[in-house]
């Protein structure tokens, strides 16, 4: 099993930025993606960015150029960087680990930008 614990998101206004951090454990494969996904009331669940052990990097498009995700092997982590935030990224953000044995979610991170 992979537990993956989340940290960053809150309250902050249309503009602003916020940093998303997600720290992998347990059955950790050298070869997987990490990524964030985020799901708004009412909408379905949406990829937001991915990133694989190789650092090859995937974005919504409603986010290129606004976000950045990072992430760091040695310690198993990956980040989120948001600016320029919008009242439309308000959502719950969930971390995402995945490899050929195991799809793991984070308990999510309410993101809330005010307009």
């Known amino acids: 099993q992979v537990q993956l614990v989340e940290s960053g998101g809150g309250l902050v206004q249309a503009g602003g930025s916020l940093r998303l951090s997600c720290a992998a454990s347990?059955?950790?494969?050298?070869?997987?993606?990490m990524g964030w996904y985020r799901q708004a009331p009412g909408k379905q669940r949406e990829l937001v960015a991915d990133?694989?052990?190789?650092?090859?990097?995937n974005y919504a498009y409603s986010v290129r150029g606004r976000f950045t995700i990072s992430r760091d092997n040695a310690k198993n982590t990956v980040n989120l960087q948001m600016n320029s935030l919008k009242a439309d990224d308000t959502a719950v953000y969930y971390c995402?680990?995945?490899?050929?044995?195991?799809?793991?979610w984070g308990q999510g991170t309410q993101v809330t930008v005010s307009s």
């Open positions: 995402n680990y995945r490899d050929y044995y195991y799809n793991s």
């Open positions: 347990g059955s950790i494969s050298r070869s997987h993606t």
């Open positions: 990133i694989t052990g190789g650092r090859s990097t």
